[in-house]
């Protein structure tokens, strides 16, 4: 069983819609949740970084943690062509290095 | 840019050639990694870095060969490489490792 578990998609949408990104783990360690966005021909880039239970938001982002279910999730509102990218759930447990998800291609159309 | 620099971008190479790969980072970053990104995986870490000292080497074959000078500069020489080695070869940085990381833009290796 992987320890990170993440629907590889692909997943396409129309603009404004609401995106619902999802990655499920099996280590009870982990405490830091992040999500990555990754540009075709570009390296991965910190979008969101959180700490336990809860929801983060930033902007059109918000990044939700369900450390009961081992589960989380990352929503985008009112999505945008230029949110067309391969979203990389990743968490760690402490001192620990990151563990990613396989990444969800999501395509926003105009 | 994010502050962690990779050269080349593109390389193609035959499968006797010797070739490097370099990353350097300004940010002040004391662990550095070396990825594999190939097409429908997930990203596979190759090595690790803290304060120039390899701590992890995740059973990565001899013909991938890390060098770290100091904690700015990290190099990935490669030598007899094999067609399926062809991937995405990201590098990245973090204050400590157990942190964030900031990637680089990758070097796409293709092997001939």
């Known amino acids: 069983q992987k320890e990170v578990e993440q629907d590889p998609g692909p997943l396409s949408v129309p603009e404004g819609a609401i995106v619902s990104l999802n990655c499920t783990y099996s280590?009870?360690?982990?405490?830091?949740f992040m999500w990555y966005r990754q540009y075709s021909r570009k390296g991965p880039e910190l979008l969101m970084y959180?700490?336990?239970?809860g929801n983060k938001e930033d902007g059109r982002f918000t990044a939700q943690v369900d450390k009961s279910s081992k589960y989380i999730s990352l929503f985008i509102r009112d999505s945008q062509p230029s949110d067309s990218a391969t979203y990389l759930c990743?968490?760690?447990?402490?001192?620990?290095?990151?563990?990613f998800g396989e990444g969800t291609q999501l395509t926003v159309n105009p | 840019e994010t502050g962690v620099t990779q050269t080349p971008r593109h390389l193609v190479m035959g499968m006797t050639n010797k070739k490097s790969l370099k990353c350097e980072q300004h940010?002040?970053?004391?662990?550095m990694y070396w990825y594999k990104q190939s097409a429908k995986k997930p990203l596979e870490l190759m090595f690790v870095?803290?304060?120039?000292?390899?701590?992890e080497n995740n059973s990565v074959p001899s013909r991938f060969s890390p060098e770290c000078p100091n904690s700015s500069h990290l190099f990935l020489h490669l030598h007899t490489l094999q067609p399926e080695d062809s991937a995405l070869y990201l590098c990245?940085?973090?204050?400590?490792?157990?942190?964030?990381?900031?990637f680089g833009s990758g070097t796409r290796l293709t092997v001939v």
């Open positions: 990245a940085s973090s204050q400590q490792t157990g942190e964030g990381y900031t």
């Open positions: 280590n009870s360690a982990f405490q830091y």
């Open positions: 959180t700490y336990s239970s």
């Open positions: 990743a968490m760690l447990a402490s001192g620990s290095r990151l563990t």
């Open positions: 940010l002040g970053h004391n662990a």
């Open positions: 870095y803290n304060f120039k000292e390899q701590t």
